[in-house]
């Protein structure tokens, strides 16, 4: 099986932390991963995304241009990437910042108000974090304990202080209904 996940926002987003989380997390399975960053020069603030290809097989190419899952953080990326998920696919979108719906029937779309969250749990910085835990509860990519394991080990000493508040956001985003 192969998933093509596309997670795009703006820079500052931790757009591509998130991205780098789903692929560590399967190559501690022993899966076959891509990632693939993608950002303007002026980083924070501007256009951001990254491909994540997770595959049981091995990758010919590291570009998505039908993706199976959109992760969008905010609509300038909903609009631009919308078009472009695949039929029978997924969009995940961030309704704080995304104020309208898709209107595609070929596609399954799942809301969640992830900066409200993150701003009503003084979790502000986590979105990233909520968007992948309700990507979890979603999909059932991995396990969740086993993505925590995977997401807590690939977090920096020096990050240490921010382990219980992205403990926090993942399971609020898993819990997110």
Not at 24 to 53: D, F
Not at 118 to 135: F, K, P, Q
Request: hydrophobic share 40%; with cysteine.
């Amino acid at each position: 099986m192969t998933s093509r996940i596309l997670i795009a926002g703006f820079g500052g987003q931790g757009i591509l932390f998130a991205g780098k989380q789903l692929a560590g997390c399967a190559m501690h399975k022993g899966r076959h991963v891509s990632w693939l960053p993608s950002y303007g020069p002026e980083m924070r603030g501007g256009s951001a995304s990254c491909s994540v290809i997770i595959s049981d097989k091995e990758i010919g190419s590291p570009i998505i241009s039908q993706p199976d899952i959109l992760i969008a953080f905010y609509y300038p990326s909903f609009l631009r990437f919308e078009p472009s998920v695949s039929e029978g696919g997924l969009i995940l979108a961030n309704s704080s910042l995304i104020g309208s719906k898709s209107e595609r029937d070929d596609i399954s779309a799942h809301y969640i108000p992830a900066t409200e969250i993150a701003t009503a749990e003084g979790l502000d910085g986590s979105v990233n974090v909520i968007m992948l835990g309700y990507l979890l509860y979603v999909t059932r990519l991995f396990d969740y304990d086993e993505f925590i394991g995977s997401f807590l080990s690939g977090i920096p000493a020096s990050k240490s202080a921010l382990i219980e508040g992205n403990k926090k956001a993942l399971r609020l985003g898993y819990e997110y209904r």
